[in-house]
C-alpha cells in the first residue's frame, strides 16, 4: 500500500517468463512491450523487458522508451513499429557500418529530418527518413537558388510526396503511416499514390491511376518483364520518354531498350476496349492527366487548404518521375 493510499500489485515475474519462454520457442524473436499506464509508471515495463531479455529476445521494444507520452493505443502502434522494424534496420547498419570501417562518422536522417547516430538509429524513426532527406534537399537547394517559399515535389517509382516551407521546417508528432498511428516527430508530408509504377485502368467507366503500383518487379509493361500498363509507360507513349535515350539495362541479358512496342500494342488494345474513338497517345495523355490532377490536389491540400498562396512559391521538382510531370 502506497502513502496515498493506492494499492500496487506486483507483477507475476514467473508468469511473465512462461508466457516470454513459450513465445520464444515458438519463433518470435522481436517483443513490444505497452503497458497502459507506464507513461508515468515505467517500472513494470523494466521488469517484463528484463525478464524478455533474459529469455533471450534479441528485440525488446518497451514503450516509456519508445515513445513516453499518454494515450496507449498511439504509444502502442508506435512500440509495435519499432519492434517489427528494428532488427530490419540494424542488420543494414550494422553491414554499412562494417563495409565503411572506422573511419567515417557513420548518421542517419531520421523522420524529422534531423541525423542521428547509426547506433541510435531506431525504426520508429526511419519509416519517412527518405522523403525527409528530400525535404531537407529541396529546401537547400531553394536557398541557394534564392527561393524561401519552397513546394517540394518528389515523385517516385510508388507515390508522390510534397512538402511546404516557408522559413521554418513544418513537423508533426502524431501521425498515421498505411493505416498504423505513429507517436514519432515526422516532416509533415502529404503521399498520393502517383508514382511511375502507378497501375493504369479503365474501370466503372473512368480513368483510374494507382493506388497500386507495378514496384520494381514486374515493374511497368516497358520493363519487358510481362508488368502492366504504368505511368511510366503513357509517359512513353507520348513521347516524354524517349526509349533510344533510355539506360539499355531491360530484357533477361539487360542489354535491351524499354520496349516501345509492347506498350504501344497495350494502348491500341486499352483504346479500343475503351471505343470511344480516342487515339491510343489520347488515352494515354488522358492517364497522365489523372495522375497530374492527383498530385495537384496533394499540393493544394499542404498549401492552399492551409491558407497558404502558392503564387509566389517555387516548385522544386526531384525523384526518379518529377521532371515529366512538374
Same mark, same amino acid.
Given at each position: ?128 527518413? &527518405? ?20 513546394? &517540394? ?25 498505411? &493505416? ?105 495523355? &488522358? ?40
Amino acid at each position: 500500500v502506497r502513502a496515498d493510499g493506492t494499492i500496487e500489485v506486483p507483477p507475476d515475474r514467473e508468469a511473465i517468463r512462461r508466457d516470454l519462454t513459450k513465445a520464444y520457442q515458438d519463433g518470435i524473436r522481436s517483443v513490444a512491450i505497452v503497458f497502459m499506464h507506464a507513461w508515468k509508471f515505467p517500472e513494470h515495463e523494466k521488469l517484463a523487458a528484463e525478464v524478455a531479455r533474459d529469455v533471450g529476445f534479441p528485440q525488446v521494444s518497451v514503450s516509456h522508451e519508445v515513445s513516453p507520452l499518454i494515450k496507449l493505443v498511439g504509444r502502442g502502434d508506435t512500440t509495435v513499429v519499432d519492434a517489427y522494424l528494428s532488427p530490419i534496420l540494424r542488420r543494414y547498419v550494422d553491414q554499412i557500418a562494417e563495409d565503411l570501417g572506422t573511419g567515417p562518422q557513420l548518421m542517419f536522417m531520421q523522420s524529422s529530418g534531423g541525423l542521428t547516430a547509426a547506433e541510435l538509429f531506431q525504426g520508429k524513426d526511419a519509416i519517412l527518413s &527518405g522523403p525527409a532527406g528530400g525535404v531537407v534537399g529541396a529546401v537547400e537547394t531553394a536557398r541557394r537558388a534564392g527561393f524561401t517559399r519552397v513546394i &517540394g515535389f518528389d515523385m517516385g517509382g510508388t507515390s508522390t510526396d510534397v512538402s511546404h516551407y516557408r522559413g521554418e521546417y513544418e513537423r508533426a508528432f502524431e501521425t498515421e503511416v498505411a &493505416g498504423v498511428r505513429m507517436r514519432a516527430p515526422m516532416m509533415r508530408i502529404h503521399t498520393v499514390a502517383a508514382g511511375g509504377g502507378s497501375i493504369l485502368k479503365y474501370e466503372q467507366g473512368r480513368y483510374q491511376v494507382g493506388p497500386q503500383s507495378a514496384g520494381a518487379d514486374p515493374g511497368p509493361a516497358s520493363y519487358r518483364r510481362g508488368g502492366p500498363l504504368a505511368v511510366t509507360d503513357a509517359n512513353l507513349m507520348v513521347g516524354k520518354l524517349l526509349s533510344d535515350r533510355f539506360p539499355k539495362i531491360f530484357g533477361q541479358n539487360r542489354d535491351q531498350s524499354l520496349d516501345v512496342d509492347a506498350v504501344r500494342g497495350a494502348f491500341v488494345r486499352l483504346a479500343a476496349d475503351i471505343g470511344d474513338g480516342r487515339t491510343p497517345e489520347e488515352v494515354a495523355d &488522358g492517364f497522365l492527366q489523372i495522375a497530374v490532377a492527383n498530385m495537384a490536389n496533394a499540393i493544394k491540400k499542404i498549401s492552399v487548404e492551409r491558407g497558404y498562396n502558392v503564387a509566389s512559391y517555387a516548385l522544386n521538382c526531384f525523384g526518379g518521375a518529377g521532371g515529366q510531370h512538374a
